[in-house]
T-cell receptor, first 115, second 109 residues
């Protein structure tokens, strides 16, 4: 039972390049989330998927797109990377049912640097 | 817009002392979560608080929720070095999760 896995762990991009961050969970959770973490700012929600086939914008969606490929997988795409997207990206999943509702389980993170 | 504020942002404690971290939020919600993050690591869940007056305890940590005041507290009793970490509260508003900025706790001998 691997929980939430993310690939890659580290990535360096040049401005304007594109890439996709992959996330998968094996806990049969309905909901999946993408966050970015910047120093001193906690985690900010980029996009979430409450169930397979649906996606919604979070607090900071600009510059990103997502795909909920199936129940297990939720990918985050940067179409044209910018230095402001340098951050640590976390994927999370949750059950959203009683009794734990939206208790989230996090992946190990991807450290992305955009030069 | 949902806002979540934690204070203090930095906390340096002596071992054996008690202290409280506060989490205020701006909208009605019955769902509040506390997470811990060690340096360079991911987040792990500590507490899930789902109703007014909810209180959860695990070891030296106790969390409570007052939905009327829109306030949650994380109380640390007799701190030990192993509790050194960053603690985040998070509020769920219809699946839109908002996190506080985090409280970086350092426990000194």
């Amino acid at each position: 039972n691997a929980g939430v896995t993310q690939t890659p762990k580290f990535q360096v991009l040049k401005t304007g390049q594109s890439m996709t961050l992959q996330c998968a969970q094996d806990m049969n959770h309905n909901s999946m989330y993408w966050y970015r973490q910047d120093p001193g700012m906690g985690l900010r929600l980029i996009y979430y998927s409450a169930s397979e086939g649906t996606t919604d914008k979070g607090e900071v969606p600009n510059g990103y797109n997502v795909s909920r490929l199936n129940k297990r997988e939720f990918s985050l795409r940067l179409e044209s990377a910018a230095p402001s997207q340098t951050s640590v990206y976390f994927c999370a999943s949750s059950d959203t049912s009683w009794p734990v509702y939206n208790e989230q389980f996090f992946g190990p993170g991807t450290r992305l640097t955009v030069l | 817009e949902l806002k979540v504020e934690q204070n203090p942002l930095f906390l340096s404690m002596q071992e054996g002392k008690n202290y409280t971290i506060y989490c205020n939020y701006s909208t009605t919600s019955d769902r509040l979560y506390w997470y811990r993050q060690d340096p360079g690591k991911s987040l792990e869940s500590l507490f899930v608080l789902l109703s007014n007056g909810a209180v959860k305890q695990e070891g030296r940590l106790m969390a409570s929720l007052d939905t009327k005041a829109r306030l949650s507290t994380l109380h640390i009793t007799a701190a030990v070095h192993d509790l050194s970490a960053t603690y985040f509260c998070a509020v769920d508003s219809n699946n839109d999760m908002r996190f506080g900025a985090g409280t970086r706790l350092t426990v000194k001998p």
